[in-house]
């Protein structure tokens, strides 16, 4: 079984402070995803990669950054922590992201972990 | 931008009865996912649709993809407390030249004994 984890369940900073978020999956996945979840927003992607040190924007990259120096590693980083950026945050992985030349798109499923919820005061 | 619509936003049913969740896509998508949220937790994979008319069960739960590709379904039969929590759908589609995985914003499904 595809295993996600994400170093804390639970965490509470201080505004301004420089948050790491870590993702560990077990399974070779060449992708991996930040995503954050609010009420009423649902799940909005932050930030994912498709290959060790290669990173692309999602939907809302402000105030993050990420870094992926190992495959199957991903870190969150908030730079200066705000209190909008109070959240769930949900790291997931997955073998593939893209569509066969048959048009399937099988092993793109995510798997994610058990996710991180952080306060910012 | 793919628009998802998924309802209800809530539902609450009594032991043993079946219920439906709906997930509505304004694009044709490459694959349709759902997942189950207990709350405060991660999301459970439980399948994956990608042919018009395809159905899929597990255990007492069964999806079905409309042959547009546009709609799923979820059905749950006989509901138990074990069922409860957020049900979230995804889509896979294409967005300029990279793929994603796009969720709705889930329905909340409470069961009561």
């Known amino acids: 079984d595809v295993k996600v984890t994400q170093s804390s369940r639970y965490l509470v900073k201080r505004t301004g402070e420089k948050v790491f978020l870590e993702c560990v999956q077990d399974m070779d996945h060449e992708n991996m995803f930040w995503y954050r979840q609010d009420p009423g927003l649902g799940l909005r992607l932050i930030y994912f990669s498709y290959d060790v040190k290669m990173k692309e924007k999602g939907d809302i990259p402000e105030g993050y950054s990420v870094s992926r120096e190992k495959k199957e590693r991903f870190s969150l980083i908030l730079e200066s922590a705000s209190t909008n950026q109070t959240s769930m945050y949900l790291c997931?992985?997955?073998?593939?992201?893209?569509?066969?030349?048959?048009?399937?798109?099988?092993?793109?499923?995510?798997?994610f972990g058990p996710g991180t919820r952080l306060t910012v005061l | 931008s793919q628009e998802l619509e998924q309802s209800p936003q809530s539902l609450i049913v009594q032991e043993g009865k079946n219920l439906t969740i709906n997930c509505t896509s304004s694009?044709?998508?490459?694959?349709l996912y759902w997942y189950k949220q207990k709350y405060g937790e991660g999301l459970i994979f439980l399948m994956m649709l990608q042919k018009g008319g395809e159905e899929k069960s597990h255990e007492k739960i069964t999806a079905k993809l409309d042959e547009k590709k546009q709609q799923s379904s979820l059905h749950i039969t006989a509901s138990q407390p074990s069922h409860a929590g957020i049900y979230l759908c995804g889509v896979f589609t294409r967005g300029g030249s990279n793929y994603k995985l796009t969720f709705g914003k889930g329905t909340l499904l409470t069961v009561n004994p």
């Open positions: 694009k044709t998508l490459y694959g």
């Open positions: 997931a992985s997955s073998f593939s992201l893209s569509i066969s030349f048959s048009g399937r798109a099988e092993n793109n499923e995510q798997f």
